[in-house]
């Protein structure tokens, strides 16, 4: 991937007002055509993922792929013009775009992009580094970042999508691991917890388990 060709990823959350459970099943059901309709036609790359029942702070997310920030704002534009805009609230919107990582040769650290396919599960979470990290020198970190990509060589199943937050967002990096199985992760992250890199962790929460749901069911599954 050259420094011209990058992507922008959005993760935006969202809550649904209790109020919207009280309108007609058909009503909602058109009002979900409306969504599905509104996505399909803005030309935008997205999936879709319930969190409810998971979370307090958000029931679905609406993960984007884009050549540029505008057109979040274009397709967050057409969604809120909806019926069913009105009776939703971002709850956490994230912003990162990829770049070529400086640890490894592989560029395939965003298996979404690579054309890999979507699997059951996405966890989703910020992640911020210590500045102590980034003032050693560069080939001590490539000795530990070369431990912590052996770890998640374990684990082939599970898909990591490494994205950069640096500068327009509030995090260094957002990570999006793909799983069919939750188990995989968690032994993944444990493992992870033991090598020398995570004792340069500042943040890696809120850590947001979100199952794969098209948006025609997961509209209808809000009540």
């Excluded at 959005?10 to 058109?30: H, I, Q, T, Y």
């Excluded at 080939?139 to 082939?156: D, L, P, S, T």
């Excluded at 199952?211 to 599954?221: A, D, M, N, Q, T």
């Amino acid at each position: 991937m050259s420094e011209q060709e990058r992507t922008f990823f959005n993760f935006s959350f969202f809550k649904v007002d209790p109020k919207w459970r009280w309108m007609a099943d058909l009503a909602k059901e058109e009002s979900a055509k409306e969504v599905e309709n509104v996505l399909r036609n803005s030309q935008i790359r997205y999936r879709s993922y319930s969190t409810l029942g998971l979370r307090d702070d958000a029931e679905f997310l609406i993960w984007y792929a884009a050549e540029s920030v505008e057109r979040f704002q274009e397709v967050a534009a057409k969604l809120y013009a909806t019926v069913f805009g009105k009776y939703v609230m971002a709850t956490r919107v994230y912003l990162s775009s990829t770049r070529p990582s400086v640890y490894s040769k592989s560029q395939t650290t965003h298996g979404w992009l690579a054309g890999q396919e979507q699997k059951k599960y996405v966890v989703v979470y910020p992640f911020i580094k210590t500045r102590e990290w980034y003032l050693l020198p560069i080939e001590k970190r490539k000795e530990m970042m070369a431990e912590h990509i052996a770890v998640g060589q374990r684990y082939q199943d599970v898909y990591l999508n490494t994205t950069y937050s640096f500068g327009i967002h509030d995090e260094d990096f957002m990570l999006a691991f793909e799983t069919d199985t939750l188990e995989r992760f968690q032994d993944l992250i444990m493992d992870l917890r033991e090598t020398q890199v995570s004792r340069y962790v500042q943040v890696d929460t809120p850590m947001i388990v979100c199952v794969g749901k098209e948006i025609f069911p997961l509209i209808r599954s809000l009540g």
